[in-house]
C-alpha cells in the first residue's frame, strides 16, 4: 500500500445507558459488536475488507477486548485487534491512531472507537508485598505524587474556585446540556443502533434549576447535576483510503488536524486548552469559523473553563447535549464526541471541533470537515 489521505465514511454508536441500566449484562466486547456490523452493513464496506479494529478502553484491566469485539461481530479473524487505554482521550485517539495508519500506507480500512461498561468492570485489587490480604482500590495513580493527583471532583472544583465559575453557572450548563439534548432526540435516532431495546440516550431528562440546586454536592461547587454519570456505551467510525472514498456514497469526513497533549495533571479538566489551540493553530480555523463543537462535559466546570480559555462560542458547544444530558463512558467517550460532531456537520466545507480531557493532565482535540 501507499500513503494517501483518510476519509471517515461512517459514524455511528450506542445509546449511552447510565451504569446498572439496560446495558448491565453486556460485556464490552457486546456492546461494541452490534454497533461494528450496523456501521459497516450502512457503509457498503464488508467485514473481510477490514484490516484493523482499534478500541479504547479505560476500566476493562486488560484482555485486549478489542480483539473479542472483532471476533464477535464476524470481522476476519487475522484482524487482530488493538485496544489502547488513554482514559477518557481514548476513544478519540483510537480514531487518530486509525487516520494515522490509513495515511502512512499501513491498512485501507480500519474500524476506530471505544468501547466501556461500568456495570461489568472488574473488581481492583493490589497484592500486599507483605503477603497479607490483597488491597482494594477504585482508581489507580494517573501522577505519580498525591499533590498531582487530586479525586476528580476536588480537581473540577479547584478549576471553577480559580476561573470564579460559579453553582449557577455550572447548574446553568447542565440544564442547558440537558434541554438541548432533549431538543435534539429526533435527530439524534440516526446515529444510534438499538442494543437491548434501548434506542435513545435515557438519562436525558427536563432538569431545571430547581432539582439542579438539590442535588447533592461531590465537592465545593461540583455536585451530581453539574458532574455527568458513570455510564456504559460503545462508538466507533469507520476510515478507510481515498481510493475505496471513492465508490461510497455515504457521507464523507476527513480530519484535518488532531494531537493528545498533557498538561498539569492536578487540573487535568483543563489540559485540552492546549490541545484545542494547537489543533486550530494547524489549521489557521479561529473559533468563529467552527460549524459546532462537541466538548466533553465529565464536569460542567471544566467544560466552562475549556470554552472561556479558548474563545469557543458557546451557541455552538455541543447543540444537541453533552456528556451531562447522556453519561460519561470512559474509553467510549471520545469516539461519542466524534459521532456527534459528524453529524452535526450536515453540509459539505463545515468544520467542527471536538476536544476531552483526561485524569493525568491530558487533553486530546480534533478539527473535522464534512468533504462530502
Request: glycine share 10%; proline share 7%.
Amino acid at each position: 500500500m501507499t500513503g494517501g489521505g483518510a476519509v471517515i465514511v461512517g459514524t455511528l454508536r450506542s445509546a449511552v445507558v447510565p451504569r446498572h441500566g439496560a446495558f448491565d449484562r453486556l460485556e464490552i466486547h457486546q456492546l461494541a459488536a452490534p454497533v461494528i456490523s450496523t456501521l459497516l452493513a450502512q457503509t457498503g464496506i464488508a467485514a473481510w475488507e477490514v484490516d484493523e479494529l482499534i478500541l479504547g478502553n479505560a476500566l476493562g484491566a486488560g484482555g485486549n477486548p478489542a480483539r473479542l469485539a472483532a471476533l464477535q461481530a464476524g470481522l476476519p479473524k487475522l484482524v487482530g485487534g488493538l485496544t489502547i487505554d488513554r482514559q477518557c482521550c481514548s476513544g478519540m485517539d483510537a480514531v487518530l491512531l486509525a487516520d494515522a495508519l490509513i495515511r502512512a500506507g499501513r491498512c485501507e480500512v480500519v474500524i476506530a472507537g471505544g468501547a466501556e461498561s461500568y456495570s461489568r468492570r472488574p473488581m481492583r485489587l493490589r497484592t500486599d508485598p507483605e503477603g497479607g490480604p490483597a488491597i482494594p482500590y477504585d482508581q489507580p495513580p494517573f501522577a505519580p505524587s498525591p499533590e498531582q493527583d487530586p479525586l476528580m471532583p476536588d480537581a473540577a472544583d479547584r478549576i471553577a474556585r480559580e476561573m470564579n465559575i460559579s453553582r449557577q453557572d455550572q447548574d446553568d450548563w447542565a440544564v442547558t446540556s440537558h434541554a438541548r439534548a432533549q431538543a435534539a432526540v429526533t435527530r439524534l435516532h440516526d446515529e444510534i443502533t438499538v442494543i437491548n431495546g434501548v434506542a435513545a440516550d435515557p438519562f436525558t431528562r427536563p432538569l431545571t434549576q430547581r432539582l439542579a440546586a438539590r442535588a447533592p454536592v461531590l465537592s465545593g461547587t461540583v455536585t451530581k447535576a453539574n458532574t455527568a454519570v458513570a455510564a456504559d456505551a460503545a462508538a466507533f467510525c469507520l476510515l478507510v483510503s481515498e481510493r475505496i472514498a471513492k465508490r461510497l456514497s455515504t457521507p464523507h469526513w476527513r480530519i484535518l488536524s488532531g494531537m493528545t497533549l498533557g498538561d498539569d495533571p492536578s487540573l487535568p479538566g483543563i489540559a485540552p486548552v492546549a490541545a484545542i489551540r494547537e489543533t486550530l493553530a494547524a489549521t489557521g480555523l479561529t473559533p468563529d469559523r467552527l460549524h459546532a463543537i462537541e466538548m466533553m462535559e465529565a464536569f460542567a466546570a471544566q467544560a466552562i473553563a475549556c470554552a472561556r480559555m479558548t474563545d469557543l462560542p458557546a451557541d455552538r458547544i455541543n447543540p444537541g447535549g453533552g456528556a451531562l444530558a447522556r453519561g460519561h463512558p470512559i474509553g467510549a467517550s471520545g469516539a461519542i464526541n466524534l459521532v456527534r460532531l459528524a453529524r452535526e456537520l450536515e453540509s459539505p466545507g463545515q468544520t467542527g471541533l471536538a476536544a476531552i480531557a483526561a485524569a493525568g493532565g491530558l487533553g486530546t482535540a480534533v478539527v473535522m470537515e464534512r468533504i462530502g
